[in-house]
C-alpha cells in the first residue's frame, strides 16, 4: 500500500501533467484520480477542491522553476548577461524536448493557466502573478549587476525586467501556436536588446 506522502505526491505529478497538456477547466477530478489510480476520498482528503489542487500544482511547478530551470540559469557564477542567452537555450531544449515526445510544444504551464484562468479565478491569477514577479525579480537582479559591472549603460531595471519578462512569455506563446520550439532559437536573442530609458 502506498505512503500517504507518496499518494498525494501521485495526484499533484498527475494533476501537473494533465494541466499543462490540456485546459484546466477540461479536466476533472474523476480524470485525475482515474489516471492517478487513487479514490475520489484520497484525492479529498488532501485537497478540499480542483483550485485548491491547482494551487499546489502551480506551488510545486514554481519550487521546480526556482530550483531547478530559473537557478540554473540565473547561476550567479555567469556573468550577468549569459544568463540571459542560458535562459533562452533552456526554455527551447525543454520545449523541444516535450515536442520530441508529445508531437507538440506545451508552452510554459504558468502562461496558460494565466491565459485561461485570470478573468475567472482572482485567487489563482493572484498566485500565478506572484510566480511571474519572482521571476521578473531574478530578471532585475540580473540587469542591476550588469549596470554595476559595467556590462550595461544604466537603465531603469524594473520596467526592463518586466519588458523581458512579457518578451520571454509572448516568444514562448507564440512559438506554441506555430509548434516550432525553434523559434525560441531565432527570437531569443533579441531579448538581451531590450531596454528601458530611466525617466528623469
Not at 1 to 13: A, C, E, F, V
Not at 138 to 144: D, G, K, P, V, W
Request: glycine residues 4%.
Amino acid at each position: 500500500m502506498n505512503s500517504t506522502p507518496d499518494t498525494r505526491q501521485r495526484i499533484l505529478s498527475t494533476a501537473r501533467e494533465l494541466f499543462h497538456a490540456n485546459n484546466y477547466a477540461d479536466i476533472g477530478i474523476k480524470q485525475i484520480c482515474d489516471a492517478a489510480q487513487v479514490q475520489k476520498g484520497s484525492f479529498y482528503h488532501f485537497f478540499p477542491s480542483k483550485r485548491d489542487l491547482a494551487l499546489a500544482v502551480i506551488e510545486d511547478m514554481a519550487d521546480d522553476w526556482a530550483h531547478g530551470f530559473v537557478h540554473e540559469a540565473f547561476d550567479q557564477a555567469l556573468p550577468p548577461m549569459e544568463r540571459l542567452d542560458y535562459l533562452i537555450d533552456a526554455a527551447y531544449y525543454w520545449q523541444k524536448a516535450a515536442k520530441d515526445i508529445e508531437g507538440r510544444m506545451p508552452g510554459c504551464l504558468f502562461g496558460n493557466l494565466v491565459l485561461e484562468l485570470s478573468t475567472r479565478d482572482d485567487v489563482l491569477r493572484a498566485k500565478l502573478s506572484a510566480v511571474f514577479d519572482k521571476t521578473r525579480l531574478r530578471f532585475e537582479e540580473t540587469l542591476q549587476q550588469a549596470v554595476e559591472t559595467g556590462a550595461l549603460a544604466p537603465l531603469d531595471t524594473n520596467l526592463t525586467a518586466q519588458a523581458m519578462l512579457a518578451y520571454l512569455e509572448g516568444m514562448i506563446l507564440l512559438a506554441k501556436s506555430r509548434n516550432e520550439p525553434e523559434l525560441i532559437q531565432h527570437l531569443g536573442p533579441a531579448i538581451k536588446g531590450i531596454r528601458i530609458e530611466l525617466s528623469h
